[in-house]
């Protein structure tokens, strides 16, 4: 039983292109994040979601738009891809009350060419 | 806002030894958690130790203990015995304590553990 799922794992695609990376967790928590990894494996925070609500929005391009149909899915959408864009995209989800853990998804890796 | 520093990009110990990662962080914040992450090869995020700021007592977990000196802003993790599993990036994270638990982690730029056989 995955906590944290993604797909896909690894995405290659074009410049230009619109594509979405999906995000379930079934832990049933109330908080879900996407965070950048770069090519020099840092790590940083894009987007925060409590109960489908945005609370954090990073200073992040706006052809990447995170979209949460419920609590338990918190989808990224990016348009018009870029070059730069190529990276490991992290979810992450926590309780948000109590424990402070997150709990991290496989990772995705998009590769743009 | 708030940074965090890992100044060792890589280091490299001997199976069995125990080894020290550095981390500092900066912070005007009184409340907040810090973290150890640990990221294999395979890429998954995982947490190694927690520490919650008004705790004075260093967290432990099995071989892992961190040393956490809050006026110094300070926060290293030790890991004894190491074993060739431990071999990883690891990452020092920071977290605001808003109550709602909805604020992102801050990392620093991770230190590279090799554990040589």
């Known amino acids: 039983d995955t906590a944290v799922s993604q797909t896909p794992k690894y995405l290659v695609t074009q410049m230009g292109n619109d594509k979405s990376i999906k995000c379930e967790q079934n832990?049933?928590?109330?908080?879900m994040y996407w965070y950048k990894q770069d090519s020099k494996k840092f790590l940083k925070i894009m987007f925060s979601?409590?109960?489908?609500?945005?609370?954090i929005n990073e200073t992040v391009p706006n052809r990447f738009s995170p979209k949460s149909p419920d609590k338990a899915h918190l989808n990224l959408h990016i348009n018009s891809l870029e070059l730069g864009d190529s990276a490991v995209y992290f979810c992450?989800?926590?309780?948000?009350?109590?424990?402070?853990?997150?709990?991290f998804g496989p990772g995705t890796r998009l590769t743009v060419t | 806002a708030q940074t965090v520093t890992q100044s060792q990009p890589e280091m490299s110990v001997q199976e069995a030894e125990t080894v020290t990662l550095s981390c500092t962080y900066d912070t005007s914040e009184n409340n907040y958690y810090l973290f150890w992450y640990k990221q294999p090869p395979s890429r998954q995020m995982i947490l190694v130790i927690r520490q919650e700021a008004y705790k004075q007592q260093n967290a432990t977990e099995n071989r892992f203990s961190v040393n956490f000196q809050k006026a110094a802003k300070s926060f290293s993790l030790k890991i004894s015995d190491s074993q060739l599993g431990d071999t990883a990036m690891y990452f020092c994270a920071f977290m605001k304590n808003y109550g709602g638990g909805a604020d992102g982690l801050t990392f620093g730029k991770g230190t590279h553990l090799i554990i040589q056989p």
């Open positions: 979601y409590n109960n489908k609500e945005l609370i």
């Open positions: 832990l049933g928590h109330d908080t």
């Open positions: 992450a989800s926590s309780s948000g009350a109590g424990s402070y853990e997150q709990y």
